[in-house]
T-cell receptor, first 113, second 113 residues
């Protein structure tokens, strides 16, 4: 199956920018997603990007996609304590008849006041 | 609009007991999914249903059965629970089979003693 890799932990100070990185292996991926999971809760879709795009911005969130290196990043500007959560990167492969997503292990973001 | 709902939120079972996890969505989505999430790992697909009346195995189907009761409901059954099935179970739905974003329920936290 596809491998999606993320670093496990990231700590930032409130007000700084956070950058969460992800690498994937399937060059035919069609969609790449970022989900947020707060403690004891389900996964909340934050944003997604089509594989033919390089960047997508949505308020404080910026997604960058480097298809050559199969690298995806999520930048959170002006990080707040409420942004503390686990962030999952996921990819959907082209031709995936199951529509399944392949998830990374998640990055635990801790925001210090 | 409740989105994806799951019951129960928490459950403790003894080894060998059976139970059914319930999932329902009110978004008129065609496809539904069951995932499990283990500590420090991403989500792994257990079963999937592209439409009412159809189900397919995912990555880790052993020890589970599913029923797509109607378009709204997709249940996951553990016939004889084992400690290895201690996990958090998430149900998700999406409008169509392969093209669309998946929306997740809040999860069921299951402990098998």
């Amino acid at each position: 199956g596809e491998d999606v890799e993320q670093s496990l932990f990231l700590s930032v100070r409130e007000g700084d920018s956070s950058v969460i990185n992800c690498t994937y292996t399937d060059s035919s991926s069609t969609y790449l997603y970022w989900y947020k999971q707060e403690p004891g809760a389900g996964l909340q879709l934050l944003t997604y990007i089509f594989s033919n795009m390089d960047m997508k911005q949505d308020q404080r969130l910026t997604v960058l996609l480097n298809k050559k290196d199969k690298h995806l990043s999520l930048r959170i500007a002006d990080t707040q304590t409420g942004d503390s959560a686990i962030y999952f990167c996921a990819e959907k492969a082209r031709g995936s008849t199951l529509g399944r997503l392949y998830f990374g292990r998640g990055t635990q973001l801790t925001v210090w006041p | 609009n409740a989105g994806v709902t799951q019951t129960p939120k928490f459950q403790v079972l003894k080894t060998g007991q059976s139970m059914t996890l319930q999932c329902a969505q009110d978004m008129n989505h065609n496809s539904m999914y069951w995932y499990r999430q283990d500590p420090g790992m991403g989500l792994r697909l257990i079963y999937y249903s592209a439409s009412e009346g159809t189900t397919d195995k995912g990555e880790v189907p052993n020890g589970y059965n599913v029923s797509r009761l109607n378009k709204r409901e997709f249940s996951l059954r553990l016939e004889s629970a084992a400690p290895s099935q201690t996990s958090v179970y998430f149900c998700a739905s999406s409008p169509r089979e392969a093209a669309d974003t998946q929306y997740f329920g809040p999860g069921t936290r299951l402990t098998v003693l």
